[in-house]
């Protein structure tokens, strides 16, 4: 499949190394299939009994288990971040089974954060290096929060424990009274990341592998002032999501049994559900026009500008190279292949202080003429 060379909805795989314990001579059932990944394609060869099966996807790059967060990054998020400092929205967010690799994308490996940092980090540290560089004044703000159970809940005040989701017809959607931190530097960005994360696990060491059902997401909001003769002569602002979705594997578990939509509770990942019904709807080109269903969810309210808006976008699909779990890749291919075909359109956010500016311009200087023909 081809992708329009304008769409701003890119799709990535990440392939992460196999663990010691999939490695193990138990492991039988991974011996039977095979991976193969050339640059943007990936063949998987699924054997069961003596039918063999190929599957083969292609997407905007695959990256291998040789490839590091760092590497990653330079070629995702990188080429649009200057973007993000001139007014254009971007959403990052990793897609995947438990254990797929998501948080070390996203966040870093806890143990080795500091080494080998996630997207986030070196995400905000570019931006700091880049607005160094830029002559205007820019603010880089952030929020931490989480969905669990279709609760956002601030994770940066432990005072908030339920954000309203509130849509503005003009500034979009709005996290009600999330707590927003300015930040002046790396590293400040990093504590207030460490203490975000140590909230959750308190907040949730009794509940079972909660930490697979809540979608963590950090939220990073740039103004830039550019000065004309002291005078503000425009605002320009955006937003960069940047996302560790909770796992997919119940997702599949759900569709397979075809009920996609009216099952909900307990175990089920209502956000995720939505998301993924909010993808297949848009990536229908026969559903072209077709009511998506935003409001279905919290997470889907919140990236209603991701998906089908005006924000650039990556989606980076994480699978196990461990074939033990082939159902979930396959499923997590099938969902990417599928998100590949959305088209976003993009364009810049400058606030109505140009529009005014402007007109006042054109004002003085008909009123120049007129002082002239006098
Ligand atoms: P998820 O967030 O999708 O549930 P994790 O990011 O927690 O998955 O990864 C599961 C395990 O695999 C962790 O022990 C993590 O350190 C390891 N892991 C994931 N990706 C990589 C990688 N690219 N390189 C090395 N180890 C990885
Ligand atoms: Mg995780």
């Keep these: 499949m081809n992708k329009d060379e304008e769409s701003a909805f890119k799709v990535f795989i990440r392939v992460r190394p196999l663990l010691d314990r999939e490695n193990s001579p138990q492991n039988n059932k991974s011996r039977s299939h095979k991976l193969k990944i050339h640059d943007s394609t990936i063949l998987i060869t699924e054997k069961r009994w003596n039918h063999k099966k190929n599957h083969c996807y292609t997407f905007d790059r695959i990256f291998s288990e040789n490839h590091r967060n760092n590497h990653i990054y330079q070629e995702t998020l990188y080429p649009i971040i200057g973007g993000v400092l001139n007014g254009f929205n971007a959403t990052c967010f990793a897609y ?3 254990g797929a690799g998501k948080t070390f994308t996203m966040i870093g ?13 070196l995400a905000i540290e570019d931006l700091f290096s880049r607005s160094k560089s830029d002559k205007n004044h820019i603010t880089i703000k952030i929020s931490y929060f989480e969905i669990y159970n279709e609760k956002v809940i601030d994770l940066l ?10 849509e503005d017809p ?20 990093s504590q207030l990341i460490q203490e975000g ?15 697979t059902r809540s979608h963590v997401i950090l939220q990073i909001s740039i103004e830039k002032n550019s000065n004309f003769r002291n005078v503000i002569e425009e605002i320009i602002y955006s937003k960069l999501f940047l996302i560790d979705l909770a796992g997919s594997e ?6 397979s049994r075809g009920a996609l939509r009216s099952i909900e509770g307990g175990n089920i990942n209502r956000s995720l559900l939505a998301l993924v019904n909010c993808i297949n709807i848009l990536s ?10 935003y409001r279905d969810s919290k997470l889907t309210r919140i990236l209603k500008e991701a998906l089908g808006g005006n924000t650039k976008t990556i989606m980076i699909a994480c699978i196990s190279p461990s074939l033990h779990y082939i159902d979930e890749t396959l499923n997590t291919l099938k969902y990417a292949e599928r998100a590949r075909k959305i088209i976003n359109k993009t364009s810049q956010n400058i606030s109505e202080v140009e529009a005014h500016v402007s007109e006042y311009k054109e004002i003085i200087s008909s009123l120049r003429q007129e002082i002239e023909f006098l």
């Design 197 to 211: 994360d140590s909230k959750r696990v308190i907040a949730y060491t009794d509940a079972n592998h909660a930490s």
């Design 284 to 293: 229908d080109s026969r559903k072209k026009g077709k009511f998506v269903p």
């Design 109 to 121: 490996d806890p143990c080795t954060h500091t080494r080998d940092p996630g997207l986030s980090l």
């Design 157 to 166: 005040n432990e005072k908030s424990r339920n954000i309203l989701v509130i």
């Design 250 to 255: 119940k997702i599949s578990a759900t569709e």
């Design 170 to 189: 003009l500034k979009g959607t709005i996290l009600s009274g999330i707590s927003e931190y300015q930040i002046d530097d790396n590293q400040y960005a």
């Design 96 to 98: 995947g089974m438990t």
